[in-house]
């Protein structure tokens, strides 16, 4: 057989939707199911429960897949990511926007927004019109479910990695004319809410269902709580950027924590938050809000070197990512969601169900797409994943019963 036709039996078999997997253990809203059995026709979820009970497949070649005991998982949704394999959404084109949701997908990522960074207006308008177009075809990799805006409207006081010069104060017309141009792409927009305008964004925001996300922020205990108030319901990469706690001056993140009404992002990667105030974060928020998330940059999946991170150059060591000009301001990361996963709960110590909910319940609620995915529910598209038990490593990817 030529080499022509095996990779076309392979594309053919990657793309067949209805499938069967049995003996696994299928992690599912309300617990895990030991020796599961998951039934996928044409891409949709059609049974989950005991292998014994699982239903026989009537179609020809229909695929049975023996997990052994592996985890079977719904597929991680990230909210916070940059980029990937040397590419930046922040510089997004067609090939680019494949080579990022690929590299993802084959992490275990089956949704994502593409994350910008405080940029000139221009950039944004380009980016979003690339996104809008991606979107509009058939997405083979990883799904982009929209864009979040990390920036403009941050705080000079805390830039982070994000270029100072970029900044500037909230704007509500700036999105309502993307809202116009592009209506449900902007799905999530992070702002300093201590700012002048950022009540009004908050208010904006809310009414056309965007997540109103408080970061890189100067704000105090009350100006979060006031921000609160009016609707700000979500916080960026919890304890970076944003003023920190001290048991007579709480800050943002001691708002943050003592709030049931925001949820929090967490990179778990080992280098952004010691794993013991992960743990911590995670007895405070309930199991609804607490998010994981990579906040990778173009560095994802490559080496040591000097990448970009929007326009500013920086330098990667051993996994920390830091900016070139200022060694000690961390730069994002190079983790993916399958790492981030396995450090909740191989360093943290949560449960494989709790470490599931934060990378694809929860933002699959936050982003209100969990009627369709973020869990292994009858009726929903197949986007799954295999893991091994012992080691937690990544066997097989699903997005919409497509095997990747």
Not at 129 to 139: G, Q, R, T
Not at 269 to 275: P, Q, R
Request: aromatic content about 6%; glycine content about 8%.
């Amino acid at each position: 057989m030529s080499n022509q036709s095996n990779q076309k039996n392979q594309r053919n078999k990657n793309n067949r939707t209805t499938f069967q997997i049995i003996h696994g253990q299928v992690v599912t809203p309300i617990g895990i199911i030991m020796d599961g059995a998951v039934t996928v026709i044409d891409g949709i979820i059609r049974y989950v429960g005991s292998s014994s009970g699982a239903p026989t497949l009537n179609v020809d070649s229909a695929t049975v897949i023996d997990a052994k005991g592996a985890y079977v998982l719904p597929g991680f949704i990230d909210i916070h990511v940059h980029g990937g394999m040397q590419e930046d959404f922040t510089d997004s084109t067609q090939d680019s926007l494949d080579t990022i949701t690929r590299f993802h997908a084959g992490q275990g990522t089956t949704a994502m927004l593409a994350t910008t960074m405080t940029t000139p207006r221009v950039v944004l308008d380009r980016v979003l019109e690339e996104v809008h177009i991606y979107k509009s075809k058939d997405m083979p990799y990883a799904q982009l479910e929209g864009i979040h805006l990390e920036g403009p409207f941050i705080s000079p006081k805390w830039p982070g990695a994000q270029n100072p010069e970029h900044i500037v104060p909230p704007n509500k017309e700036w999105i309502d004319e993307w809202e116009t141009k592009y209506p449900g792409l902007i799905k999530q927009v992070t702002f300093a809410p201590e700012r002048e305008g950022a009540h009004d964004l908050i208010r904006y925001l809310r009414s056309k269902g965007i997540v109103a996300a408080a970061g890189h922020t100067d704000a105090t205990y009350e100006e979060i709580m006031a921000a609160i108030e009016v609707g700000l319901h979500h916080s960026v990469h919890m304890f970076n950027a944003m003023t920190p706690l001290h048991h007579r001056k709480p800050g943002a993140a001691g708002a943050i924590l003592s709030s049931p009404q925001i949820s929090a992002e967490i990179i778990a990667d080992g280098i952004h938050v010691h794993a013991a105030a992960i743990s911590i974060i995670a007895k405070l928020k309930t199991a609804e809000n607490f998010i994981l998330i990579t906040d990778a940059m173009s560095a994802a999946g490559l080496g040591d070197g000097e990448y970009m991170l929007g326009d500013l150059p920086v330098v990667v060591e051993g996994h920390v990512c830091t900016l070139k000009e200022s060694p000690g301001t961390l730069a994002g990361s190079t983790l993916t969601m399958i790492r981030g996963f396995r450090y909740l709960v191989q360093q943290v110590g949560l449960s494989v169900e709790h470490a599931s909910k934060m990378a694809s319940g929860n933002p699959a609620k936050l982003l209100r797409i969990e009627p369709r995915t973020g869990s292994i529910e009858t009726g929903k598209q197949a986007d799954l994943l295999l893991v091994d038990q012992e080691n937690l490593e990544l066997q097989k990817v699903w997005i919409k019963g497509r095997l990747t």
